[in-house]
């Protein structure tokens, strides 16, 4: 083990509703108490039922929000969720939101205009690149999203069911790249319901029921306590 | 840190660069719409207040229309503001960026904006015969201190509205009841000494009239009179910049 990426000690988030009153039930826990840790260069995978905190617990990893009890330590390192299509402007150009998108996820502009010639050919959406992305399918919205989330440079990549986008040829293409990533020496944090993909490529799960991580068994073990 | 100061100044940039090309695509007249929108409000004091008040002071539309450009400037791009983050939930709940990104696009945007209608302010000065002064080496500094009130006050706007949504409301109130109090269709000077302390309590009004008193008259601004606003801009800019700096992290759990 090259040392740890994240070390959670029973972290709890609650969020609040807007608009409530303050004397009235406002607040909802969505993480209670959840402990883990996640080793540089391995592969960990999150499943849980719908509802259980998996994506609260991605937003935690990511520094998206705090938790409001416990402690998360990290790494120096920079992480990114990959997330599809994160504040494209539809009345703009595919080419114009490349750097947008880019940017909010982080990446520098030099790198951006290095990789943008990459994107496009990924993307495969030839001539249409120029043309307001309000007019581009759902399909081709969502392949220019992930060939820009593909080029993040990042040390942690914060995966939460990204794998399914466009139309069966790309997804194939799409699984094959996000597989290549995760078996490289990136960390890998795998939000998933697909437990072929939990057998496929995670070294770790973590379960999550009820926004409670429950104790950690090898990952076959998990699997059949997750289907009981 | 330099290189994430770099980076989120560009963000700001391309967000700003961003909304002024997506905004000029909605509309026909497209870019044009920075100067028609600010003419079409002065036509309609100029119409009320020369033809049923009979107001007298020279250059009039021109008065008015300082007033008018510095008013749209702060006020458009509060209130924008004000729902720049709760209006965001979706990216934030995404990617981490600071918050402090929203507010300071729109001020951005609005920026660009005001830029170009404070030229045509310039060009009818100078067409209705008003010669240029040195009193304009002063203007920059003057643009200075009502950016810095506008971010404050748009940082401020922006960090109460996702927690209590009302307040978009209860500003449009207080951005209406500014109309009157920030001298756009009078000149404080003419008030009683103790009225005219009062409004230059209002950051917005003292600009206003300092503006004027530069462009029309070439006189240098009144320092002791900016005094309040300096003070008022420093601390909204604290409190701004403090409030979305303590709950950056809060805003995406908000729902």
Redesign the interface.
């Known amino acids: 083990m090259k040392g740890v990426a994240f070390d959670l000690k029973n972290v709890g988030v609650c969020y609040r509703k807007a608009a409530s009153l303050p004397w009235k039930a406002n607040k909802f826990w969505a993480l209670h108490d959840i402990s883990f840790q996640v080793h540089r260069g391995e592969t960990l995978g999150v499943i849980g039922r719908n509802g259980a905190g998996k994506s609260t617990l991605l937003k935690v990893l990511a520094d998206i929000i705090r938790p409001d009890k416990g402690s998360i330590d990290r790494a120096a390192l920079t992480v990114t969720m990959l997330s599809l299509g994160a504040g494209f402007a539809p009345r703009l150009t595919g080419r114009k939101n490349i750097f947008l998108c880019g940017l909010l996820l982080g990446m520098d502009k030099q790198h951006i205009s290095k990789r943008v010639d990459d994107i496009i050919a990924l993307a495969d959406i030839g001539d249409f690149i120029d043309e307001p992305i309000r007019h581009y399918s759902s399909g081709m919205r969502a392949r220019l999203g992930f060939s820009i989330a593909y080029y993040v440079n990042t040390d942690i990549i914060l995966i939460d069911e990204a794998l399914a986008t466009g139309d069966q040829a790309f997804k194939e293409k799409a699984s094959g790249l996000i597989k290549e990533k995760i078996k490289s020496d990136h960390t890998v944090v795998l939000v998933t319901h697909s437990m072929n993909l939990v057998k496929d490529l995670c070294d770790r799960v973590i379960h999550i029921e009820n926004g409670h991580s429950l104790p950690e068994l090898p990952v076959e073990k998990s699997i059949e306590r997750h289907l009981m | 840190m330099n290189?994430g100061l770099?980076?989120f100044l560009?963000?700001v940039l391309?967000?700003a660069n961003?909304?002024l090309?997506?905004e000029a695509?909605?509309t026909y007249a497209g870019y044009l719409w920075w100067i028609l929108e600010p003419l079409m409000s002065l036509v309609i004091y100029y119409v009320a207040f020369k033809y049923i008040f009979h107001r007298e002071t020279p250059h009039f539309a021109l008065f008015l229309f300082i007033g008018i450009v510095l008013y749209r400037f702060f006020a458009g791009t509060v209130t924008r503001s004000a729902t720049s983050i709760s209006g965001s939930t979706?990216?934030?709940?995404?990617?981490?960026?600071h918050k402090s990104i929203f507010p300071l696009s729109v001020v951005m945007v609005n920026l660009v904006k005001f830029m170009v209608t404070f030229l045509l302010v310039l060009i009818i000065t100078w067409l209705v015969g008003i010669p240029p002064s040195w009193a304009y080496l002063a203007l920059p500094g003057l643009v200075a201190l009502i950016l810095l009130t506008t971010v404050g006050a748009s940082m401020i706007c922006a960090a109460i509205t996702?927690?209590?949504?009302?307040f978009r409301l209860i500003l449009d109130t207080i951005m209406h009841l500014l109309v009157f109090l920030s001298g756009i269709f009078f000149d404080i000077g003419n008030l009683s000494p103790s009225m005219q302390a009062i409004l230059r309590l209002n950051p917005i009004a003292a600009i206003i009239e300092q503006f004027r008193s530069i462009l029309l008259y070439g006189r240098w601004p009144e320092l002791k009179q900016l005094v309040p606003a300096l003070i008022i801009s420093g601390v909204f800019l604290a409190v701004g910049w403090l409030l979305i700096h303590r709950f950056n992290?809060?805003f995406?759990?908000?729902?």
Do not use: H
Request: aromatic share 16%.
């Open positions: 290189s770099f980076k560009n963000l391309y967000r961003s909304e090309r997506s695509t909605r979706g990216l934030i709940q995404l990617v981490y960026i996702p927690f209590f949504p009302d992290r809060n995406p759990k908000i729902g």
